[in-house]
């Protein structure tokens, strides 16, 4: 089945604690996004990936890191979470240009305390 | 700047009713439209896109959209809506930044409450 996979789906974690977010997708498509989604202000892009070892920053990459080592995988990192951290972050990949559907992973619910 | 805007946070309305979902976009150059809902504890799934061509678009479920350029608007139509349609709706815009590749903005998003 394609998709796309997060893990974890749910986590809490203290200030200051670096985690690590994985996003993982079976279709073999070139770009990869992370968002963050907040109440009233939508989806928020990250980062994204245009190809292996090919990142930019989107509207909000304070605080976050990225990598793509391989082209199915793009790990999201907080190297050092804060509360205004606490968000609902949803990983995204499509095949190429400007016209093609991006396809989401199911989410993953962080809470920094 | 570019943007998009979804006026209304909620719309309401009776199963079997039309219902629409309004979108207003403000890009540079040949706007990439895109409709996306989002049902409780899920990621969000694709609805319709608009490209070129048609102003009118046919997408999942029954959704179609209306491509208006001289208003920048994009709405999402239903012409009979049904309880399972009730769910969270966003609009988004492809745009190209002047750096290089692109990006994708979305709206703050819809609740649509379909009533039985």
């Known amino acids: 089945e394609a998709q796309v996979t997060q893990n974890p789906r749910y986590l809490i974690t203290v200030t200051g604690k670096k985690l690590t977010v994985t996003c993982s997708q079976n279709?073999?498509?070139?770009?990869m996004s992370w968002y963050r989604q907040d109440p009233g202000l939508g989806l928020r892009q990250i980062y994204y990936s245009m190809n292996v070892e090919v990142t930019d920053k989107g509207d909000v990459p304070e605080g976050y890191k990225v990598s793509r080592k391989e082209k199915r995988n793009f790990p999201l990192i907080l190297e050092s979470p804060s509360p205004n951290q606490t968000s609902l972050y949803f990983c995204?990949?499509?095949?190429?240009?400007?016209?093609?559907?991006?396809?989401f992973g199911p989410g993953t619910r962080l809470t920094v305390l | 700047a570019q943007s998009v805007a979804q006026p209304e946070d909620q719309v309401n309305v009776a199963e079997g009713n039309p219902l629409t979902v309004k979108c207003t976009y403000s890009?540079?150059?040949?706007?990439?439209l895109f409709w996306y809902v989002q049902y409780p504890n899920r990621g969000l799934q694709f609805l319709l896109k608009?490209?070129?061509?048609?102003?009118l678009v046919k997408g999942s479920y029954g959704f179609e959209a209306e491509f208006n350029k001289s208003q920048t608007s994009f709405h999402l139509k239903k012409p009979s809506a049904l309880v399972s349609d009730s769910a969270l709706y966003f609009c988004?815009?492809?745009?190209?930044?002047?750096?290089?590749?692109?990006?994708?903005?979305f709206g703050a998003g819809t609740r649509l409450f379909v009533k039985a």
């Open positions: 279709m073999n498509h070139e770009y």
């Open positions: 995204a990949s499509w095949t190429s240009g400007y016209t093609d559907t991006q396809y």
């Open positions: 890009v540079s150059g040949n706007p990439y």
């Open positions: 988004a815009v492809r745009v190209v930044p002047n750096t290089g590749g692109f990006k994708t903005i």
């Open positions: 608009y490209i070129t061509g048609d102003n």
